[in-house]
């Protein structure tokens, strides 16, 4: 079982290293740390295993996916797609993880560490999407910054490496996000939007009407391309679109979403969330209000708890020296997220990142323990990070981007590109 699992990871590492190929054309520093980023989410796979057991006492939401997972493959590998034997409570959200993993052993055969070295390497792919999205919206620009974070945060790295819906909504948001960067670059993208909030309504709905929220503000804010015909037939057609899919998104987190109860009421999602008996449950209960006054707590409790001075055994420690790491990161840019108001009307991508981080620290507070926000805020940390690496000029050269000119000269900047197609560039001296 362990030869086929290593089999497994040595095929995946070469079919990583193509798509790093296609991805870092003529780039040694990408492709270098990409290739590093794929290492680390194959070796992730077996200390996610070793880490729930030894430090967990093999308590972990995968123990259920897997066992139901390997009921379906049995029928699966036989063109038998019924999913009585492995009494499924829905195909949305815990039901549709482990049809992917039945699927997934289906192929590979029941193999625990191989499933997760698949998981872990679409996560990856995912984190690709994410970095796509990001120099999408700004070119070379802050990409190392933004690619060092979204490469090697821990939490990125570690829960996206096992059968887990957040391994697979990294892959589905990542899609989502590099589409609806396209499209808010004027690029084609709307089929990866399609692509991605189909699966992600089946894993996590409500993360799916997050990013589709986001998407459709940042649409309706996009600044018009005067070098494209019908912009304003397709914008109606575009949102819609999404207007469907926000539709279908809503529909099914308010009636299969299991916490729900038909309800998106914060305040009942925190208490079927913290009510019952056995693993898990009257954990680091934390209190919620769904108070508006009371957003601050939330971000404290999505982003800094705990820190070190608060934090109890060693899985507690790692998670508060990462939160020390991104107070740290968000001291050091306090001048890009000062900018944030102005960059998210000249690339609307960034309005499609604040919204989604917004809404997410808002909703998923409700969750009410520690251990649950830890692991389910790793999808927001790709849109939030996109807030603290916003490119900025060098002091020395002075303003580089629209967003750090004044005022008066942005609205001048804006005008021309409304009323004469673009902006004025000043005309050359003619030759003497």
């Known amino acids: 079982m362990v030869i086929i699992a290593l089999l497994i990871a040595v095929g995946l590492y070469a079919l990583g290293r193509v798509v790093i190929g296609r991805v870092a054309v003529n780039d040694p520093w990408l492709t270098k740390a990409l290739t590093a980023c794929l290492v680390l989410h194959l070796l992730c796979a077996p200390l996610q295993i070793w880490v729930v057991d030894h430090i967990y006492g093999g308590i972990a939401d995968y123990t259920r996916y897997d066992t139901q997972g390997a009921v379906l493959a049995e029928g699966f590998r036989h063109f038998n797609f019924s999913l009585a034997p492995a009494h499924l409570q829905g195909i949305v959200s815990e039901g549709s993880v482990s049809i992917v993993a039945g699927v997934v052993f289906a192929i590979i055969g029941v193999n625990q560490l191989g499933a997760f070295f698949v998981f872990s390497w679409l996560s990856f792919i995912g984190i690709i999407f994410f970095y796509r999205a990001y120099t999408t919206t700004f070119g070379g620009a802050g990409r190392r910054r933004y690619g060092y974070l979204i490469f090697f945060l821990p939490t990125l790295v570690f829960w996206t490496a096992d059968v887990s819906k957040e391994a697979i909504m990294t892959f589905l948001l990542g899609l989502t996000a590099y589409g609806g960067a396209?499209?808010?670059?004027?690029?084609?993208?709307?089929?990866?939007?399609?692509?991605?909030?189909?699966?992600?309504?089946?894993?996590?709905?409500?993360?799916?009407?997050?990013?589709?929220?986001?998407?459709?503000?940042?649409?309706?804010?996009?600044?018009?391309?005067?070098?494209?015909?019908?912009?304003?037939?397709?914008?109606?057609?575009?949102?819609?679109?999404?207007?469907?899919?926000?539709?279908?998104?809503?529909?099914?987190?308010?009636?299969?979403?299991?916490?729900?109860?038909?309800?998106?009421?914060?305040?009942?999602?925190?208490?079927?969330?913290?009510?019952?008996?056995?693993?898990?449950?009257?954990?680091?209960?934390?209190?919620?209000?769904?108070?508006?006054?009371?957003y601050p707590k939330d971000v404290y409790a999505l982003f800094l708890d705990p820190l070190p001075y608060n934090a109890h055994g060693s899985g507690q420690l790692v998670s508060a020296v990462e939160n020390t790491v991104l107070l740290g990161v968000v001291l050091a840019?306090?001048?890009?997220?000062?900018?944030?108001?102005?960059?998210?009307?000249?690339?609307?991508?960034?309005?499609?990142?604040?919204?989604?981080?917004?809404?997410?620290?808002?909703?998923?507070?409700?969750?009410?323990?520690?251990?649950l926000i830890d692991r389910e805020r790793v999808v927001m940390m790709p849109f939030f990070l996109v807030?603290?690496?916003?490119?900025?000029?060098?002091?020395?050269?002075?303003?580089?981007?629209?967003?750090?000119?004044?005022?008066?000269?942005?609205?001048?900047?804006?005008?021309?590109?409304?009323?004469?197609?673009?902006?004025?560039?000043?005309?050359?001296?003619?030759?003497s």
Not at 349 to 362: D, E, I
Not at 406 to 414: A, E, H, Y
């Open 182 to 294: 396209r499209v808010l670059a004027h690029r084609s993208g709307y089929w990866l939007i399609l692509l991605g909030s189909a699966g992600g309504v089946f894993i996590r709905p409500n993360e799916t009407l997050l990013a589709l929220g986001g998407f459709t503000l940042a649409m309706l804010i996009r600044p018009a391309n005067p070098t494209v015909r019908l912009e304003g037939p397709r914008r109606t057609v575009g949102l819609i679109f999404l207007g469907s899919l926000l539709g279908v998104a809503i529909y099914v987190t308010l009636h299969f979403l299991p916490g729900t109860n038909g309800s998106l009421s914060l305040t009942q999602i925190s208490q079927n969330n913290n009510t019952g008996v056995g693993a898990g449950f009257g954990s680091s209960n934390l209190s919620y209000s769904p108070s508006i006054l009371a």
């Open 333 to 371: 840019s306090l001048r890009q997220l000062r900018f944030v108001p102005r960059v998210l009307l000249a690339r609307t991508y960034v309005a499609m990142c604040l919204l989604f981080t917004g809404a997410f620290v808002y909703a998923f507070a409700s969750l009410g323990n520690a251990g």
């Open 387 to 431: 807030l603290v690496c916003i490119p900025r000029g060098a002091k020395h050269r002075g303003p580089r981007y629209e967003w750090e000119l004044p005022r008066k000269v942005r609205l001048q900047r804006r005008r021309d590109m409304a009323f004469r197609g673009g902006p004025i560039r000043p005309r050359r001296a003619a030759p």
